[in-house]
């Protein structure tokens, strides 16, 4: 048995088999997995179970074959918590399916994974696909919502009515309409993670203070979303320093709000 490890290692099995699971024995079974899988994928799980390192799961192997890394592989265990083992057929194939039906590439799948391994924690059914749904419901395009699911997976997980109707209400009230909102939900889907009372409200009511419109503080969120992300001791100190040499505008503020620190202080101060 200890032969044929060593000898596994170097080789490619046929049609991309890699091994389900190791048992205590040695024994392995093979499956086939749903993308095609590289011969350094394989080589990779090979040298791991032969290494005498702790035993592959199902679900383990399944995601180095579909091509996440040892060190991606980590985070997801260490982000889910203990006993990372969800089954692969009635959880974490479906899943997976289902992003790449909603249009996401194997890439950006690897990295939702990654940041948001609840995602096999989630009831498919009940809660992402209605959340999918729901985001082409209030305006997003199909090309949209893949992207914005990339970008913030944990957006599947959110309550609609404590976090994404709140957030597309306001900036409704705010002034923007839905091609509006969608174009800024779609740059920037973590604004669904910040919180209405105590981070996106006192940022406009600051720039309202400054002498901004409604109309202008709803450009700044159209066409500078980003900027809304950083927090709002930065958004004062950098209006504030642009209001004294005479720069305060939309424009001027949203580029100053994406510089870095010693861009801003090279141009600024």
Same mark, same amino acid.
């Given at each position: 048995? $200890?032969?044929?490890?060593?000898? *596994?290692?170097?080789?490619?099995?046929?049609?991309? *088999?890699?091994?389900?699971?190791?048992? !205590?024995?040695?024994?392995?079974?093979?499956?086939?997995?749903?993308?095609?899988?590289?011969?350094?994928?394989?080589?990779?799980?090979?040298?791991?179970?032969?290494?005498?390192?702790?035993?592959?799961?199902? !679900?383990?192997?399944? @995601?180095?074959?579909?091509?996440?890394?040892?060190? &991606?592989?980590?985070?997801?265990? $260490?982000?889910?918590?203990?006993?990372?083992?969800?089954?692969?057929?009635?959880?974490?194939?479906?899943?997976?399916?289902?992003?790449?039906?909603?249009?996401?590439?194997? @890439? &950006?799948? &690897?990295?939702?994974?990654?940041?948001?391994?609840?995602?096999?924690?989630?009831d498919l059914e009940n809660k992402l696909?209605?959340?999918?749904?729901?985001?082409?419901?209030?305006?997003?395009?199909?090309?949209?919502?893949?992207?914005?699911? !990339?970008?913030?997976?944990?957006?599947?997980?959110?309550?609609?009515?404590?976090?994404?109707?709140?957030?597309?209400? *306001?900036?409704?009230?705010?002034?923007?309409?839905?091609?509006?909102?969608?174009?800024?939900?779609?740059?920037?889907?973590?604004?669904?993670?910040?919180?209405?009372?105590?981070?996106?409200?006192?940022?406009?009511?600051?720039?309202?203070?400054?002498?901004?419109?409604?109309?202008?503080?709803?450009?700044?969120?159209?066409?500078?979303?980003?900027?809304?992300?950083?927090?709002?001791?930065?958004?004062?100190?950098?209006?504030?320093?642009?209001?004294?040499?005479?720069? @305060?505008?939309?424009?001027? @503020?949203?580029?100053?709000?994406?510089?870095?620190?010693?861009?801003?202080? !090279?141009?600024?101060?």
């Amino acid at each position: 048995a $200890a032969a044929l490890l060593s000898l *596994w290692g170097g080789l490619l099995l046929p049609h991309g *088999w890699v091994p389900a699971a190791w048992t !205590a024995r040695g024994e392995v079974g093979f499956r086939l997995p749903g993308p095609p899988v590289a011969r350094s994928c394989s080589q990779r799980i090979a040298r791991r179970c032969s290494s005498g390192a702790e035993t592959l799961t199902h !679900a383990e192997a399944y @995601l180095l074959s579909w091509g996440l890394s040892e060190e &991606q592989l980590s985070k997801v265990k $260490a982000r889910y918590g203990k006993d990372f083992n969800p089954n692969v057929e009635g959880i974490v194939k479906p899943k997976l399916n289902w992003l790449t039906d909603l249009g996401l590439t194997d @890439l &950006q799948i &690897q990295k939702a994974v990654v940041a948001y391994p609840q995602l096999f924690r989630d009831d498919l059914e009940n809660k992402l696909k209605p959340r999918a749904q729901w985001l082409l419901d209030v305006g997003m395009d199909k090309s949209q919502v893949p992207k914005m699911i !990339a970008r913030f997976p944990q957006i599947c997980s959110y309550s609609r009515e404590l976090k994404l109707k709140p957030l597309v209400h *306001w900036l409704s009230e705010l002034g923007l309409d839905k091609s509006h909102i969608a174009k800024v939900l779609s740059n920037k889907p973590q604004l669904f993670g910040y919180s209405l009372e105590a981070n996106l409200k006192p940022k406009v009511q600051f720039l309202g203070e400054r002498g901004f419109t409604q109309a202008q503080i709803a450009s700044i969120f159209t066409t500078y979303p980003v900027s809304m992300g950083f927090s709002l001791k930065r958004l004062t100190r950098r209006a504030s320093i642009l209001e004294t040499q005479g720069f @305060l505008t939309e424009s001027s @503020l949203g580029t100053a709000m994406k510089m870095t620190d010693a861009q801003f202080t !090279a141009r600024f101060e």
